[in-house]
């Protein structure tokens, strides 16, 4: 098993650009999450999703899409991406009982 | 709303020495609760975990955790620190509304 997945590790982009974080779970867990790390903040909650075709705002959605049309799949969308969401992006999925969440390795952002 | 509060975002410690990372939560439903570990440049990994039953749980490094409803407190300790226990432990809840939430978490320094 691969585990989770997220790609790309790096990304710079440019104010108002727009780019979708992939995430990938090989698990077949319904629970997935988006988090970002910031220094100071510890982790905070962007979307999480119950299952395909469910999802739900986390503590800080704002600037963030999400879908879930399969149990795989996660992905995050920027649709115009400000300097405020430079930070690093976990993606993880968890068990059914929400009892262990396994973690991807992460994406850093840098928007300039 | 569940939260969780680490006390001391940076914590010192001598090689040896008893490690401890506080934590407390609000929660109001019986809470799930965790740790987890994240080692620079890495994701975060499981260390321990409280469900239900034994309120001393053992998670994995020699690192345990007791949880004590009366304080709202899981703290993790472990008697004898190493130098790669040096890392950012995160305190985690699981709210009611299936959200998991990270504390802001706390950096551990192994001093020889």
């Known amino acids: 098993n691969a585990g989770v997945t997220q790609t790309p590790k790096f990304q710079v982009l440019k104010t108002g650009q727009s780019m979708t974080l992939q995430c990938a779970q090989d698990?077949?867990?319904?629970?997935m999450s988006w988090y970002r790390q910031d220094p100071g903040m510890g982790l905070r909650l962007i979307h999480y999703?119950?299952?395909?075709?469910?999802?739900d705002q986390g503590e800080v959605p704002n600037g963030y899409n999400v879908s879930r049309s399969t149990t795989e799949d996660f992905p995050l969308r920027l649709l115009s991406a400000a300097p405020s969401q430079t930070s690093v992006y976990f993606c993880?999925?968890?068990?059914?009982?929400?009892?262990?969440?396994?973690f991807g390795p992460g994406t850093r952002l840098t928007v300039t | 709303a569940q939260s969780v509060t680490q006390l001391g975002s940076h914590v010192s410690v001598s090689e040896g020495a008893l490690v401890l990372l506080r934590c407390n939560y609000s929660?109001?439903?019986?809470?799930?609760l965790f740790w987890y570990v994240q080692y620079p440049n890495q994701g975060l990994q499981l260390l321990l975990k409280?469900?239900?039953?034994?309120?001393l749980v053992k998670g994995i490094n020699g690192f345990e955790a007791e949880f004590k409803k009366s304080e709202t407190s899981f703290h993790l300790t472990k008697p004898s620190a190493h130098m790669s226990d040096a890392a950012e432990y995160f305190c985690?809840?699981?709210?009611?509304?299936?959200?998991?939430?990270f504390g802001k978490g706390t950096r551990l320094h192994i001093l020889p």
């Open positions: 993880a999925s968890s068990t059914p009982w929400r009892d262990e969440q396994y």
């Open positions: 698990m077949n867990h319904e629970y």
């Open positions: 999703s119950v299952g395909a075709g469910i999802t």
């Open positions: 929660s109001s439903v019986p809470p799930y």
């Open positions: 409280y469900t239900t039953g034994a309120t």
């Open positions: 985690a809840v699981r709210s009611r509304d299936d959200k998991i939430i």
